[in-house]
């Protein structure tokens, strides 16, 4: 019998992959998607849609800001929530300020200030933003947030004036904040997934001191925690997971209407054999991702099963309805 064997589900992409969790044992991560394109404003489900191996970024990796993360992880403690798209102006209408809204209820309520581009003013040793141009369209990824520690990938932090003139002005802020010389409490405002070299990801990796070098390596620190799994912003993690039924809408990133979007209520459960023995469990849906520059939507479901020492006796998985 083939080992390793996948059943096929209808209307699901269906993969499996081999992993190390933190304290080095071999786990069976499955994962299963489902996704739907939006045609004629209406959400039309799609078949093998992709499922990320590795992080796919906007540019160079780790040098750019990150589109999706890789989609076998161990394990999240909630549902991400990831949107990716422009901001567009409503009927086209030239504008220098702009807002887009995340809303599912019960679990994220978020806003974000997208101005027009702008430019530094260097006056008496000093550098200041100009006013903002009208816009239609504008980029709204991580490379337009406040930079700095917080987001190597970011513009507008910098520790001389001659280094700033070489990065663009920031235009993406949560409400009531913007740039100013003395702009260092200003968060990191964006819709898209968290890559894993920000700090807000990277606090959650433990501790790699020599302690760890000398008595933990190549193992990950015993203190690291499983929220680093989670790539969405902190306030685009929902309180739990998604169950099915909500009701999701996306504002700003499109010239005609918002996206609304219902969370089907069909939830599955995975099933593993390994050598007579079965193993059941639920899977959770780990990410919700839009990309509303393609009127994209997905939906992955996660589980995952320790097999150390048993991976060679690992004959199916198989999901179904729960």
């Known amino acids: 019998m083939q080992l390793w064997e996948i059943e096929a589900h209808p209307g699901l992409e269906i993969q499996g992959r081999f992993q190390r969790d933190e304290n080095g044992h071999e786990v069976w991560v499955l994962v299963a998607k489902r996704a739907w394109k939006r045609i004629n404003k209406a959400w039309v489900e799609q078949e093998n849609p992709p499922i990320y191996d590795n992080p796919l970024y906007t540019g160079e990796e780790g040098f750019s800001a990150l589109k999706q993360d890789q989609e076998f992880q161990i394990h999240k403690n909630k549902t991400d929530v990831i949107v990716h798209g422009k901001a567009r102006t409503y009927a086209k209408k030239p504008t220098k ?18 101005s027009g581009p702008r430019r530094w003013i260097e006056y008496a040793g000093t550098l200041s933003a100009s006013e903002p141009q009208t816009f239609i ?11 700095g520690a917080q987001n190597s990938v970011g513009c507008g932090v910098a520790e001389t004036n001659k280094e700033l003139l070489t990065q663009g002005v920031p235009c993406v802020f949560y409400p009531k904040e913007d740039w100013s010389p003395k702009s260092k409490n200003v968060r990191v405002a964006g819709f898209g997934a968290v890559p894993p070299f920000f700090l807000s990801r990277v606090k959650w990796a433990g501790t790699f001191d020599k302690e760890w070098e000398l008595e933990r390596k190549p193992l990950l620190p015993v ?51 390994v050598g007579e023995v079965l193993y059941q469990a639920p899977m959770n849906i780990y990410t919700l991702y839009l990309d509303a520059d393609t009127e994209f939507l997905s939906i992955s479901y996660g589980v995952s099963f320790p097999c150390q020492g048993q991976e060679h006796r690992l004959i199916k998985s198989t999901i179904s309805l729960l």
């Not at 369209?137 to 930079?147: F, H, K, N, Q, R």
């Not at 990133?253 to 459960?269: M, Q």
């Open 97 to 114: 300020e702009h807002q887009c809204r995340l809303l599912i209820e019960g679990h994220i309520d978020k806003t974000i200030r997208v």
């Open 137 to 147: 369209e504008t980029d709204i990824d991580y490379s337009w947030a406040m930079g």
């Open 223 to 273: 203190d690291f925690k499983r929220d680093f799994f989670q790539s969405a912003p902190e306030d685009q993690q929902c309180k739990g997971y998604l169950c099915g039924n909500e009701q999701i809408m996306v504002s700003g990133l499109n010239h005609d209407e918002a996206f609304l979007f219902k969370v089907p209520k069909e939830a599955y459960k995975a099933q593993i054999q």
